[in-house]
């Protein structure tokens, strides 16, 4: 019901050209888990730049939402909150520059399509297409695979309204010293209002599941396993010192066939049918396996555009370790499984290559994330996260920035070497904290 009324609220304000429309919602718009209520109920849409820049000069403080799927309060504002509408406006595909440029708002399930049309692709995918591109590249949001940065890594050029109003256009090759800074922003510079993305040629990957890897082959071959396909995921219940299932995305040659698949994978089985990652849900939802090729767009994600992702009515959490720490963290993860299994629904386990960005958690590190896709018991979950994260101590963990974690904010900014330069750029960028919201200045600017 109340995603109901967030849609007609759009609806409404997409059929009003070069308007901002402002709304007092009858009911309190939630994020995507429904386990996160925003503060407020004054939501207004923008559907172009010029909309954009005159919302910003009117209002002191508000926060953009994309499409709502974080699990925490980083989108969420007392005061107002704007959406933004560009439907109207194409992404422009530049087959010379090799990009992709998009607006606020959109979102990867609409864009591969339009990219695979014209033979291009994009490197790697989230777990799910449904997320906004302003939205995950702000947080730092990621597939898998050892060779793969993420999302953020292959932004090339923003567009930015600052607290000012103005456009702020940057990118990689004119601004070297700040771009990075820039990227994963965590909403705080201002309003995205374009990004700009690296594209390569399109390619096709075949998706192999195998389940039951004995924790005896991942202690012994990790490394091997990780890097076995051109994205992995592990996913495990944390029972019977077992990885349940193992997800292998593998780049597929149509013109050369590669040789089948074999039966077993260091001591885990060929799955016979498609499976979800929670093995007792319906396999409908998600992405062809079986080794049938298909695009990248339609093999990347595990689930499909059109269905609902994941569980629904869950919560998540995800850790960022050095990769070179991966064993020890999962096996710290491991020793706590009585206390994790109950709450738990699912834990996948992904690798990130190293990228430039400030605030990235792949910040000058490979990484491995720990993720934990938990029953909707925040009480008991609240009290689980302090325990991993102290279990994880020793490998200085970096949370997801959209997920659920209760490190200290001194502990978490100290694990981000750029926070005071990142602090500088804000300030040039909003220097009364218009974008700023509780968790930022929580997590971020120190200023509770
Ligand atoms: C089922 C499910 C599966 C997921 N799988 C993955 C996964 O595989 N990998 C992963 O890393 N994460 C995953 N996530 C987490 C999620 O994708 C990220 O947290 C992402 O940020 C969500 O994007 P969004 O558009 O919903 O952003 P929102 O939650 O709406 O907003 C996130 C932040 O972006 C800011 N923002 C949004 N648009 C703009 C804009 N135009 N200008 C400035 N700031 C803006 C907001 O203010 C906020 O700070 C998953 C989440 C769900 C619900």
């Given at each position: 019901?109340?995603?109901?009324?967030?849609?007609?609220?759009?609806?409404?304000?997409?059929?009003?050209?070069?308007?901002?429309?402002?709304?007092?919602?009858?009911?309190?718009?939630?994020?995507?888990?429904?386990?996160?209520?925003?503060?407020?109920?004054?939501?207004?849409?923008?559907?172009?730049?010029?909309?954009?820049?005159?919302?910003?000069?009117?209002?002191?403080?508000?926060?953009?939402?994309?499409?709502?799927?974080?699990?925490?309060?980083?989108?969420?504002?007392?005061?107002?909150?704007?959406?933004?509408?560009?439907?109207?406006?194409?992404?422009?595909?530049?087959?010379?520059?090799?990009?992709?440029?998009?607006?606020?708002?959109?979102?990867?399930?609409?864009?591969?399509?339009?990219?695979?049309?014209?033979?291009?692709?994009?490197?790697?995918?989230?777990?799910?297409?449904?997320?906004?591109?302003?939205?995950?590249?702000?947080?730092?949001?990621?597939?898998?695979?050892?060779?793969?940065?993420?999302?953020?890594?292959?932004?090339?050029?923003?567009?930015?309204?600052?607290?000012?109003?103005?456009?702020?256009?940057?990118?990689?090759?004119?601004?070297?010293?700040?771009?990075?800074?820039?990227?994963?922003?965590?909403?705080?510079?201002?309003?995205?209002?374009?990004?700009?993305?690296?594209?390569?040629?399109?390619?096709?990957?075949?998706?192999?599941?195998?389940?039951?890897?004995?924790l005896?082959?991942?202690?012994?071959?990790?490394?091997?396993?990780?890097?076995?396909?051109?994205?992995?995921?592990?996913f495990t219940n944390w029972g019977n010192q077992?990885i349940n299932?193992?997800?292998?995305?593998?780049?597929?040659?149509?013109?050369?066939?590669?040789?089948?698949?074999?039966?077993?994978?260091?001591?885990?089985?060929?799955?016979?049918?498609?499976?979800?990652?929670?093995?007792?849900?319906?396999?409908?939802?998600?992405?062809?396996?079986?080794?049938?090729?298909?695009?990248?767009?339609?093999?990347?994600?595990?689930?499909?555009?059109?269905?609902?992702?994941?569980?629904?009515?869950e919560l998540q959490s995800e850790y960022?370790?050095?990769?070179?720490?991966?064993?020890?963290a999962i096996l710290a993860v491991e020793r706590l499984h009585e206390k994790v299994s109950p709450h738990l629904m699912i834990t996948e386990i992904?690798?990130?290559?190293?990228?430039?960005?400030?605030?990235?958690?792949?910040?000058?590190?490979?990484?491995?994330?720990i993720h934990f896709t938990w029953k909707?018991e925040?009480?008991e979950v609240g009290k689980l996260l302090p325990i991993i994260e102290r279990e994880l101590?020793?490998?200085?963990?970096?949370?997801?920035?959209?997920?659920l974690?209760?490190?200290?904010?001194?502990?978490?900014?100290?694990?981000?070497?750029?926070?005071?330069?990142?602090?500088?750029?804000?300030?040039?960028?909003?220097?009364?904290?218009?974008?700023?919201?509780?968790?930022?200045?929580?997590?971020?600017?120190?200023?509770?």
């Amino acid at each position: 019901m109340k995603k109901r009324t967030f849609i007609k609220l759009c609806t409404a304000a997409a059929t009003m050209p070069l308007e901002i429309s402002a709304f007092a919602s009858p009911e309190k718009l939630t994020n995507w888990a429904g386990n996160i209520e925003y503060s407020t109920d004054n939501v207004a849409s923008a559907n172009s730049v010029a909309a954009i820049q005159n919302f910003v000069r009117k209002h002191s403080q508000f926060k953009t939402l994309g499409t709502r799927h974080c699990f925490n309060r980083i989108a969420d504002s007392k005061q107002q909150l704007l959406t933004t509408d560009f439907s109207a406006q194409a992404p422009v595909i530049d087959a010379s520059t090799r990009t992709i440029a998009v607006g606020p708002g959109v979102r990867y399930g609409a864009i591969a399509p339009l990219l695979e049309a014209k033979g291009f692709a994009l490197h790697n995918l989230a777990s799910l297409p449904h997320i906004s591109v302003a939205g995950a590249i702000t947080t730092a949001t990621h597939g898998s695979g050892v060779k793969n940065g993420n999302l953020s890594a292959v932004v090339s050029a923003l567009e930015i309204v600052n607290a000012a109003g103005d456009v702020v256009a940057l990118s990689r090759k004119a601004n070297p010293d700040i771009f990075p800074g820039a990227v994963v922003s965590l909403g705080a510079l201002g309003v995205i209002t374009k990004v700009t993305l690296n594209i390569q040629p399109t390619f096709q990957i075949a998706q192999h599941v195998y389940e039951n890897l004995p924790l005896s082959s991942l202690k012994e071959h990790l490394d091997e396993i990780l890097s076995a396909a051109y994205s992995v995921s592990l996913f495990t219940n944390w029972g019977n010192q077992r990885i349940n299932e193992i997800w292998l995305k593998s780049l597929y040659d149509l013109r050369k066939p590669p040789a089948k698949q074999p039966e077993e994978f260091f001591g885990a089985t060929a799955a016979v049918k498609n499976l979800h990652p929670i093995a007792e849900l319906s396999a409908e939802n998600c992405t062809e396996q079986l080794g049938v090729p298909g695009p990248w767009f339609d093999r990347l994600p595990h689930f499909k555009m059109g269905f609902t992702p994941s569980a629904g009515k869950e919560l998540q959490s995800e850790y960022f370790v050095p990769h070179k720490n991966a064993l020890d963290a999962i096996l710290a993860v491991e020793r706590l499984h009585e206390k994790v299994s109950p709450h738990l629904m699912i834990t996948e386990i992904r690798t990130i290559k190293a990228d430039d960005l400030w605030l990235s958690p792949a910040y000058k590190q490979d990484c491995v994330a720990i993720h934990f896709t938990w029953k909707p018991e925040w009480p008991e979950v609240g009290k689980l996260l302090p325990i991993i994260e102290r279990e994880l101590a020793p490998y200085n963990p970096r949370p997801h920035w959209g997920k659920l974690f209760t490190l200290a904010p001194k502990e978490l900014q100290s694990r981000y070497e750029k926070v005071p330069d990142f602090l500088a750029l804000a300030k040039q960028f909003d220097p009364k904290g218009k974008f700023r919201n509780g968790f930022l200045n929580t997590n971020i600017f120190g200023d509770t």
